[in-house]
């Protein structure tokens, strides 16, 4: 032990997420909660409908978190989160920040009609998807964030997923709610940054968090932080924040922008792609990336 | 910065002694997750330059800090690898537990 | 009118979040209930959502967070919630809703019958029948009282048509009163981040059993309750309001059982029948969820015959209140040949006569000849 210098820690020390857990090894979607919870405080309630954190949290009757949690009906994360804002307020509570907390099961497919009433309305929730792209709680079958050529049990090898992730974001952007924003916990200083803005703002705010799963993805657990990087380097996944559905900033310019390759060999879900499959893919990825500049570039 | 908090499983004798609903009145802390690994993270204080990439990103909270540097609770740790893998000093290493 | 008599009992209890969603027959309900919050004459929250699962979802999401919350439905969107009834009274949520009955699609019927509701039976919420607007507005409160103090949901059910949107004379009572009789809401734990707990979380078959049979021990807590906040209610308000309502019963040698507004029109013909020298009487069930087994035997030991009148089926068995019925008397002594009868499907009038045609089929046979009897349908 050489120089005794002291750690500067690039993050807000208090922890609100215990061990204990049951979350896989190598989870992304614990990481996302242990940063969330952290850029938050105490004064949180989370709303979690069916989907992996339902059970990472741990069975009746115990719990993983410091903050309260109200597990919900699948399709409804995002209006229990406003009714819970509500109540809270009527009941002289209005400094607790309520957040939706769901998968992208919960968010793209089964919960999107009450978060669109949520958005359309502007209810002061704060909704965070965390994004592990398929139904993993029930096994790794697909969603509709499940991106192009992905492996799932839905969606086998012989018929992989051949329709586009969903664009969520867009889909959040035609609501012209006050703030939206992508997230990688391979950023967690610009997740941090993101959520304590969130926090200030009222209205309804969209966080939408990439979140590796080493068991649905086939990939090593090791490399769920490498992959949450990588994601962003090749534009796969690029982080920006929409501000009342069209001012655009792009938080992390790529200079030299990666091919997905090096990204979808790490992962087994992709392993039968063929050459023609990932240049297709690559294309999809290039065209999304120059829309977005575009649209950037007309915020500028 | 070590955590404090320890716990017990819960068991209840009578319908009595369950709350009314079905809520937490305990922590997961009771539950160790070290049980789980088959290889174990080893820091080499000797090389680490004290960034806090680890503890970081830890998704099992198992790495806190202690007098300025990284201590591994084991008692938690599931061996996922990833403060390995993250590490800029390359100062940890995974080593196959013993049986 | 009865959806307005709705509207006043909720606003007269304070309810601080209201989420609902449109839909014929209810819409009045939710529309006086709209600018009540809008010239604060009611100091609530009212979340306008998109469907009524939301509607449900976010009464459950205030209700844990302490609040005193309010909806109002009717069949199609009554049955779209099914899946959050089961929610609320597992997470023992004292949301108080009222339900128009009105018949279930396909065809698209907006006319009254008693399958809406009674198809939720299962799902351990309290019921009430009301049978004019008086009642309705009165059981809002009462309801209330007895789900905080349970920490169990019940609905307000009322016909459609037939009550909701009859108008009548009603007394309003006063607010100091309503006050009196019903405190504000504070439940024993509530969610905050104060005090953390997660609610709800996987439950093995190790506990399950248990939160399942503490809610069926406090749900029989509920016919005494009923009771009881029944005479409180008749001393603060001068109405009392039971688990039934019973008229001619104690020499009647055929009693009929009924339920809703119907329960109304069969005084009628009680009267009229008697004034022809048949000792008839009517039992009005008000109460259905619990089932207010005492209370029906000890009324019906002495009758000769008993006709149940059901404006529901339970398809490939009978009318839900003959079922219900019979199953109380079953082992008892005092069970008498009991006829059950099908009447009003999809809002077919129930008027004095169909009652005099029950009475008259009930009076002439010693025994059912049939299970089911149908009455009006034309064959």
């Given at each position: 032990?050489s120089?005794?210098?002291?750690?500067?820690?690039?993050?807000?020390?208090?922890?609100?997420?215990?061990?204990?857990?049951?979350?896989?090894?190598?989870?992304?979607?614990?990481?996302?909660?242990?940063?969330?919870?952290?850029?938050?405080?105490?004064?949180t309630?989370?709303?979690i409908?069916?989907?992996?954190?339902?059970?990472?949290?741990?069975?009746?009757?115990?719990?993983?978190?410091?903050?309260?949690?109200?597990?919900?009906?699948?399709?409804?994360?995002?209006?229990?989160?406003?009714?819970?804002?509500?109540?809270?307020?009527?009941?002289?509570?209005?400094?607790?920040?309520?957040?939706?907390?769901?998968?992208d099961?919960?968010?793209?497919d089964?919960?999107?009609?009450?978060?669109?009433?949520?958005?359309?309305?502007?209810?002061?929730?704060?909704?965070?998807?965390?994004?592990?792209?398929?139904?993993?709680?029930?096994?790794?079958?697909?969603?509709?964030?499940?991106?192009?050529?992905?492996?799932?049990?839905?969606?086998?090898?012989?018929?992989?997923?051949?329709?586009?992730?969903?664009?969520?974001?867009?889909?959040?952007?035609?609501?012209?709610?006050p703030?939206?924003?992508?997230?990688?916990?391979?950023?967690?200083?610009?997740l941090?940054?993101?959520?304590?803005?969130?926090?200030?703002?009222?209205?309804?705010?969209?966080i939408?968090?990439?979140?590796?799963?080493?068991?649905?993805?086939?990939?090593?657990?090791?490399?769920?932080?490498?992959?949450?990087?990588?994601v962003?380097?090749?534009?796969?996944?690029?982080?920006?924040?929409?501000?009342?559905?069209?001012?655009?900033?792009?938080?992390?310019?790529?200079?030299?922008?990666?091919?997905?390759?090096?990204?979808?060999?790490?992962?087994?879900?992709?392993?039968?792609?063929s050459?023609?499959d990932?240049?297709?893919?690559?294309e999809?990825?290039?065209?999304?990336?120059?829309?977005?500049?575009?649209?950037?570039?007309?915020?500028? | 910065?070590?955590?404090?908090?320890e716990?017990q499983?819960?068991?209840?004798?009578?319908?009595?002694?369950?709350?009314?609903?079905?809520?937490?009145?305990?922590?997961?802390?009771y539950?160790k997750?070290?049980?789980?690994?088959?290889?174990?993270?080893?820091?080499?204080?000797?090389?680490?330059?004290?960034?806090?990439?680890?503890?970081?990103?830890?998704?099992?909270?198992?790495?806190?800090?202690?007098?300025?540097?990284?201590?591994?609770?084991?008692?938690?740790?599931?061996?996922c690898?990833?403060?390995a893998?993250?590490?800029?000093?390359?100062?940890?290493?995974?080593?196959?537990?013993?049986? | 009118?009865?959806?307005?008599?709705?509207?006043?009992?909720?606003?007269?209890?304070?309810?601080?979040?209201?989420?609902?969603?449109?839909?014929?027959?209810?819409?009045?309900?939710?529309?006086?209930?709209?600018?009540?919050?809008?010239?604060?004459?009611?100091?609530?929250?009212?979340?306008?959502?998109?469907?009524?699962?939301?509607?449900?979802?976010?009464c459950?999401?205030?209700?844990?967070?302490?609040?005193?919350?309010?909806?109002?439905?009717?069949?199609?969107?009554?049955?779209?919630?099914?899946?959050?009834?089961?929610?609320?009274?597992?997470?023992?949520?004292?949301?108080?809703?009222?339900?128009?009955?009105r018949?279930?699609?396909?065809?698209?019927?907006?006319?009254?019958?008693?399958?809406?509701?009674?198809?939720?039976?299962?799902?351990?919420?309290?019921?009430?029948?009301?049978?004019?607007?008086?009642?309705?507005?009165?059981?809002?409160?009462?309801?209330?009282?007895?789900?905080?103090?349970?920490?169990?949901?019940?609905?307000?059910?009322?016909?459609?048509?037939?009550?909701?949107?009859?108008?009548?004379?009603?007394?309003?009572?006063?607010?100091?009163?309503?006050?009196?009789?019903?405190?504000?809401?504070?439940?024993?734990i509530?969610?905050?981040?104060?005090?953390?707990?997660?609610?709800?979380?996987?439950?093995?078959?190790?506990?399950?059993?248990?939160?399942?049979?503490?809610?069926?021990?406090?749900?029989?807590?509920?016919?005494?309750?009923?009771?009881?906040?029944?005479?409180?209610?008749?001393?603060?308000?001068?109405?009392?309001?039971?688990?039934?309502?019973?008229?001619?019963?104690?020499?009647?040698?055929?009693?009929?059982?009924?339920?809703?507004?119907?329960?109304?029109?069969?005084r009628?013909?009680?009267?009229?029948?008697?004034?022809?020298?048949i000792?008839?009487?009517?039992?009005?069930?008000?109460?259905?969820?619990?089932?207010?087994?005492?209370?029906?035997?000890?009324?019906?030991?002495?009758?000769?015959?008993?006709?149940?009148?059901?404006?529901?089926?339970?398809?490939?068995?009978?009318?839900?209140?003959?079922?219900?019925?019979?199953?109380?008397?079953?082992?008892?002594?005092?069970?008498?040949?009991?006829?059950?009868?099908?009447?009003?499907?999809?809002?077919?009038?129930?008027?004095?006569?169909?009652?005099?045609?029950?009475?008259?089929?009930?009076?002439?046979?010693?025994?059912?000849?049939?299970e089911?009897?149908?009455?009006?349908?034309?064959?």
């Amino acid at each position: 032990m050489s120089k005794e210098k002291t750690m500067k820690l690039s993050l807000p020390e208090e922890e609100l997420m215990n061990s204990g857990h049951l979350a896989c090894q190598g989870c992304g979607a614990t990481l996302a909660m242990r940063y969330v919870l952290k850029a938050l405080g105490q004064r949180t309630a989370l709303c979690i409908p069916a989907c992996c954190w339902s059970v990472i949290d741990g069975p009746f009757p115990y719990s993983s978190l410091d903050v309260p949690i109200y597990h919900c009906a699948f399709e409804t994360a995002a209006v229990s989160a406003s009714g819970v804002k509500a109540g809270l307020e009527m009941v002289g509570d209005s400094e607790t920040t309520v957040v939706a907390w769901a998968g992208d099961g919960g968010t793209f497919d089964i919960g999107i009609q009450a978060l669109s009433g949520v958005a359309e309305r502007n209810d002061d929730i704060l909704y965070v998807c965390y994004d592990n792209e398929a139904y993993m709680n029930t096994g790794t079958q697909r969603s509709s964030a499940t991106p192009y050529g992905a492996w799932t049990t839905t969606t086998p090898v012989k018929h992989f997923k051949n329709r586009p992730k969903k664009d969520m974001v867009a889909i959040m952007a035609a609501h012209r709610i006050p703030y939206i924003a992508t997230a990688s916990i391979g950023y967690p200083e610009d997740l941090v940054k993101k959520i304590k803005k969130a926090k200030e703002i009222k209205g309804t705010k969209f966080i939408h968090i990439y979140a590796p799963c080493p068991s649905g993805w086939k990939c090593r657990p090791e490399d769920t932080v490498k992959l949450s990087r990588m994601v962003v380097q090749n534009a796969i996944f690029p982080l920006y924040e929409i501000e009342w559905g069209d001012k655009y900033i792009l938080n992390i310019k790529l200079k030299d922008k990666k091919p997905i390759n090096d990204y979808l060999r790490l992962q087994g879900r992709f392993h039968h792609l063929s050459e023609k499959d990932i240049a297709f893919m690559q294309e999809e990825v290039d065209k999304k990336w120059e829309r977005l500049l575009g649209f950037v570039n007309k915020c500028q | 910065m070590k955590k404090k908090k320890e716990t017990q499983k819960i068991v209840f004798k009578t319908e009595k002694d369950f709350p009314l609903m079905p809520m937490s009145v305990g922590s997961m802390l009771y539950n160790k997750t070290g049980a789980w690994r088959n290889i174990r993270p080893v820091i080499d204080l000797k090389k680490c330059i004290q960034c806090g990439i680890c503890w970081k990103f830890c998704p099992d909270v198992s790495i806190y800090i202690e007098n300025e540097w990284p201590v591994v609770d084991y008692e938690y740790c599931k061996g996922c690898g990833i403060c390995a893998e993250e590490c800029p000093a390359k100062c940890i290493t995974m080593v196959e537990e013993e049986k | 009118m009865g959806n307005h008599a709705l509207s006043f009992g909720a606003m007269l209890c304070r309810v601080q979040v209201i989420s609902a969603y449109p839909i014929t027959p209810q819409t009045q309900v939710v529309e006086l209930l709209s600018e009540m919050c809008a010239d604060k004459t009611l100091d609530a929250k009212f979340i306008k959502v998109e469907s009524e699962h939301s509607a449900m979802a976010a009464c459950l999401g205030a209700s844990l967070a302490g609040a005193r919350t309010f909806t109002a439905t009717s069949s199609q969107g009554l049955t779209l919630m099914h899946e959050l009834l089961h929610w609320a009274s597992g997470g023992r949520l004292p949301v108080v809703m009222g339900n128009i009955n009105r018949s279930m699609a396909p065809g698209w019927s907006i006319w009254s019958d008693q399958n809406d509701s009674l198809s939720q039976r299962d799902t351990g919420w309290i019921q009430f029948y009301c049978a004019n607007n008086q009642e309705v507005l009165d059981t809002v409160i009462q309801a209330f009282k007895v789900s905080e103090k349970l920490l169990i949901p019940s609905m307000a059910v009322l016909d459609a048509f037939t009550l909701s949107h009859t108008y009548e004379v009603v007394d309003i009572p006063e607010q100091e009163k309503v006050d009196e009789y019903l405190p504000p809401f504070k439940p024993p734990i509530r969610l905050t981040p104060d005090e953390p707990h997660a609610f709800g979380g996987l439950t093995s078959p190790d506990h399950y059993f248990e939160l399942r049979y503490k809610l069926q021990k406090d749900m029989e807590k509920a016919p005494a309750l009923i009771e009881e906040t029944g005479k409180e209610f008749k001393q603060k308000f001068g109405r009392f309001l039971g688990l039934v309502d019973d008229y001619c019963c104690e020499d009647a040698d055929l009693i009929l059982i009924t339920s809703g507004t119907m329960g109304s029109t069969a005084r009628v013909a009680v009267d009229e029948l008697r004034k022809e020298g048949i000792k008839v009487g009517n039992l009005r069930i008000r109460a259905f969820r619990p089932f207010p087994f005492e209370k029906v035997r000890e009324i019906v030991k002495n009758a000769k015959k008993i006709a149940v009148v059901d404006r529901n089926i339970s398809y490939g068995h009978h009318g839900v209140f003959y079922q219900e019925v019979k199953s109380s008397l079953y082992g008892h002594d005092g069970c008498p040949p009991t006829f059950g009868f099908i009447a009003g499907l999809g809002g077919r009038d129930i008027t004095p006569s169909t009652f005099r045609e029950i009475v008259q089929y009930a009076l002439e046979k010693k025994r059912p000849e049939e299970e089911i009897v149908w009455i009006g349908v034309k064959r």
